[in-house]
């Protein structure tokens, strides 16, 4: 097989697996060009007060971040149990099954509702499927791009999986528009919104069929004794003198697996420095912008037709700095990316702080969050996806994996929360105007900065199991630290 074929299949697994970051993105923005509808279709039947109508609108709204962190904690037992690609080919199923079911919620159960509670109770059951479904893909395609990809590229082809987790929130945008184009105010309330939570089944689609004809992972194939068959994938990939030596190290770093079942075999820092840095890509305040774009632009004065205008630049300039990040990744490598967006984010998020704090000119806000994106789009954005891939040994990176991505959904949920608490405390408006959860995100970045620094490991150019001994290596030396030397009576 030559090097350009080898290439082409590395480069066609990567891309089918990366759909699931597609669909990650897809599905978590889809619903915003709903809200309305959904308000009107399922929340006002109800017949609520106004608050208690709030509440249940922003739940039923944010149902899905319930599912991502329930599939995200069970996604390690499917990624050992089943294998990364059956994983994957469940959560294309889970795709599916969500986007007909939150379609029409009264016909998705096993008869037909006609209660409005039951109807919402439904339309957050199926929310929640699909919530399911991301938080196993969000797990399991950089951790299946991670065990196929040799070392030399692997940072730029995980790099694709975040650049389609913003293609799909990008896409989806147009995809809503066109859909609401196509009739007026009413055929939006009743039917559109449908449309635009059912087109999901196209993606979802492909994905499953482009899944069949996809090869397991050879790390998984040897984790379960399968070495003959974890071979032949290895020599699509490398020549045949560097397949036999990969497999002979993959055996090799399985066979250290002394405590076999602890999750701190290798060391508490392996796993904790993995949930560090799920949390700060988090903690920075991405998704605080990411979801509330749109009210940012309007405390800054512009409209509502001019504050969805301002979005799409955020959607350009995260799609391009994610193409930067990926020629850079496997050049300059993940340590110095991640130091230096860590400082371009503070700068970016207090300077924002003080834009509003100081009532300066619009633009300069508009700038400075568009400078934020592009910080974080190379840098936490794909780093952390590309770290987390690689940072935890192959006999503990579903269990582990799984938590790390528990715990940035978790974080998630608590950022996009506590932005709203924060932007609309008229105690902190009245000193800060708005200001005061940049500040809390700038002080992130420095954190974050800091945390790099002194924890997280370069791994440019290393083999998955080189990685591995970084953390046994690390774990000798403290055990070594915390011997007591016995003094000779």
């Known amino acids: 097989m030559s090097d350009s074929t080898k290439r082409n299949f590395i480069t066609k697994?990567?891309?089918v697996a990366a759909l699931g970051g597609l669909l990650f993105g897809y599905d978590t923005s889809v619903i915003s060009g709903a809200v309305a509808s959904i308000d009107h279709q399922l929340v006002r039947p109800l017949n609520l007060t106004n608050?208690?109508?709030?509440?249940?609108?922003?739940?039923?709204?944010?149902?899905?971040?319930?599912?991502?962190?329930?599939?995200?904690?069970?996604?390690?037992?499917?990624?050992?149990?089943?294998?990364?690609?059956?994983?994957?080919?469940?959560?294309?199923?889970?795709?599916?099954?969500?986007?007909v079911g939150s379609a029409w919620p009264e016909?998705?159960?096993?008869?037909?509702?006609?209660?409005?509670?039951?109807?919402?109770?439904?339309?957050?059951?199926?929310?929640?499927?699909?919530?399911?479904?991301?938080?196993?893909?969000?797990?399991?395609?950089?951790?299946?791009?991670?065990?196929?990809?040799?070392?030399?590229?692997?940072?730029?082809?995980?790099?694709?999986?975040?650049?389609?987790?913003?293609?799909?929130?990008?896409?989806?945008?147009?995809?809503?528009?066109?859909?609401?184009?196509?009739?007026?105010?009413?055929?939006?309330?009743?039917?559109?919104?449908?449309?635009?939570l059912v087109s999901e089944i196209i993606p979802a689609f492909i994905f499953l069929l482009l899944l069949v004809p996809a090869v397991e992972t050879p790390r998984w194939l040897m984790l379960k004794n399968r070495d003959e068959d974890a071979l032949k994938v290895l020599h699509n990939i490398f020549h045949p003198n560097e397949a036999h030596q990969t497999a002979a190290e993959i055996k090799s770093s399985l066979n250290k697996n002394i405590e076999l079942g602890s999750l701190f075999?290798?060391?508490?820092?392996?796993?904790?420095?993995?949930?560090?840095?799920?949390?700060?890509?988090?903690?920075?305040?991405?998704n605080a912008v990411m979801y509330y774009a749109p009210e940012m632009f309007k405390n800054m004065g512009f409209g509502e037709r001019g504050a969805l205008f301002q979005t799409i630049f955020v959607g350009v300039v995260t799609v391009i700095f994610c193409l930067i990040a990926m020629k850079m990744v496997d050049k300059v490598g993940r340590k110095p990316l991640l130091i230096v967006g860590s400082i371009l984010q503070a700068i970016a998020m207090?300077?924002?702080?003080?834009?509003?704090?100081?009532?300066?000119?619009?633009?300069?806000?508009?700038?400075?969050?568009?400078?934020?994106?592009?910080?974080?789009?190379?840098?936490?954005?794909?780093?952390?996806?590309?770290?987390?891939?690689?940072?935890?040994?192959?006999?503990?990176?579903?269990?582990a994996m799984s938590l790390a991505v528990f715990i940035e959904w978790t974080v998630n949920l608590f950022v996009s929360w506590s932005f709203k608490i924060m932007?609309?405390?008229?105690?902190?408006?009245?000193?800060?105007?708005?200001?005061?959860?940049?500040?809390?995100?700038?002080?992130?970045?420095?954190?974050?900065?800091?945390?790099?620094?002194?924890?997280?490991?370069?791994?440019?150019?290393?083999?998955?199991?080189?990685?591995?001994?970084?953390?046994?290596?690390?774990?000798?030396?403290?055990?070594?630290?915390?011997?007591?030397?016995v003094k000779a009576l």
């Open 350 to 399: 207090l300077g924002l702080a003080a834009t509003f704090m100081f009532k300066l000119n619009s633009m300069i806000a508009v700038f400075m969050i568009l400078f934020y994106c592009a910080s974080f789009s190379i840098s936490w954005g794909p780093m952390a996806w590309v770290l987390l891939a690689e940072l935890f040994p192959t006999a503990i990176k579903g269990r």
């Open 51 to 99: 608050n208690w109508e709030d509440f249940i609108s922003g739940f039923v709204i944010a149902s899905a971040l319930v599912g991502c962190m329930l599939g995200s904690i069970i996604s390690g037992f499917v990624a050992d149990f089943v294998g990364r690609k059956r994983g994957l080919f469940i959560s294309a199923i889970l795709f599916v099954i969500s986007a």
């Open 423 to 485: 932007d609309g405390n008229a105690s902190l408006n009245a000193v800060f105007n708005h200001g005061f959860p940049f500040i809390i995100y700038g002080i992130m970045g420095v954190l974050g900065t800091f945390f790099v620094i002194f924890f997280v490991p370069e791994t440019k150019g290393r083999s998955l199991e080189e990685i591995q001994q970084i953390w046994l290596d690390r774990k000798n030396k403290k055990q070594m630290r915390n011997q007591i030397p």
């Open 13 to 15: 697994t990567t891309l």
């Open 265 to 286: 075999q290798f060391g508490a820092a392996a796993v904790l420095v993995g949930i560090g840095v799920a949390a700060f890509q988090q903690l920075v305040g991405i």
């Open 107 to 196: 016909y998705g159960t096993i008869y037909p509702l006609h209660d409005p509670v039951a109807i919402v109770c439904s339309f957050i059951f199926y929310r929640i499927i699909c919530g399911i479904g991301v938080g196993i893909a969000s797990t399991l395609a950089p951790m299946y791009i991670s065990e196929i990809a040799p070392a030399t590229i692997r940072g730029s082809l995980i790099i694709y999986y975040q650049i389609a987790i913003v293609s799909g929130q990008a896409g989806v945008y147009f995809v809503n528009w066109f859909i609401a184009s196509l009739g007026d105010h009413d055929w939006l309330m009743t039917t559109g919104w449908r449309v635009m």
